[in-house]
């Protein structure tokens, strides 16, 4: 298993902090950041421990990562919208997404790590990190009034399963499971980095409306 404690809890600061940034856009007030850093930050995570029959779930036996989640929603909220602008670029900024892609990276890899540390099969153990990846962007989101990623043509949920992949397959060969995540790590990343800087999308069905 990989050292997951410490790759888990920068995944829910990442992900608490696309969070706050996406309250910030919807112009919430304090108790709006905290619900969408918090959900976005532990969102996916709860789901995977749910179902692996984790107990308790990871933030309810250590409540430290609900208190990043606030304390990220805090720091955003305390910048004010001209610093908040600012790290975003304006209004065409994209540093959400450039945030929402590195904690898609390491939640793929953490929830692989975790769900084969609980003995599930591979292929499980894939959709388990796919889900943890994804899941707490999932309820931002629709809680922000916003289409989902994993809804719209962008390489998100393949970038996660890539991510997953790459890890449980390395892993199964026998490489180190530091490596096999490091691997998936940057097979995740690279993707989405790609996606969004060349603009790839998967092709769609053609629309009957």
Do not use: H, N
Not at 102 to 107: I, Q
Not at 134 to 163: C, H, K, M, N
């Amino acid at each position: 298993m990989i050292p997951s404690l410490s790759f888990e809890t920068l995944g829910v600061a990442v992900f608490a902090l696309t969070g706050a940034l996406m309250a910030a856009r919807k112009g919430m007030d304090p108790f709006g950041f905290a619900l969408l850093a918090t959900v976005t930050g532990v969102g996916g995570g709860t789901l995977r421990d749910l179902l692996i029959g984790a107990d308790p779930v990871f933030w309810v036996g250590d409540p430290g990562d609900v208190l990043v989640c606030l304390l990220v929603a805090a720091a955003v909220f305390a910048l004010g919208p001209g610093r908040v602008a600012a790290l975003e670029g304006g209004r065409r900024g994209r540093t959400l997404l450039w945030a929402d892609a590195l904690g898609l990276a390491l939640f793929a890899i953490v929830g692989t790590g975790k769900a084969l540390a609980a003995g599930v099969p591979a292929l499980s153990a894939i959709a388990l990190g796919t889900i943890t990846a994804t899941f707490g962007g999932i309820i931002r989101d629709i809680l922000a009034g916003t289409t989902p990623l994993v809804l719209r043509q962008e390489i998100y949920v393949t970038a996660a399963a890539l991510g997953a992949a790459v890890m449980v397959v390395l892993q199964g060969i026998g490489l180190d499971p530091f490596a096999s995540a490091g691997a998936g790590f940057a097979a995740s990343f690279s993707l989405r980095a790609l996606a969004l800087l060349r603009g790839w999308t998967l092709p769609a069905f053609p629309r009957r409306d």
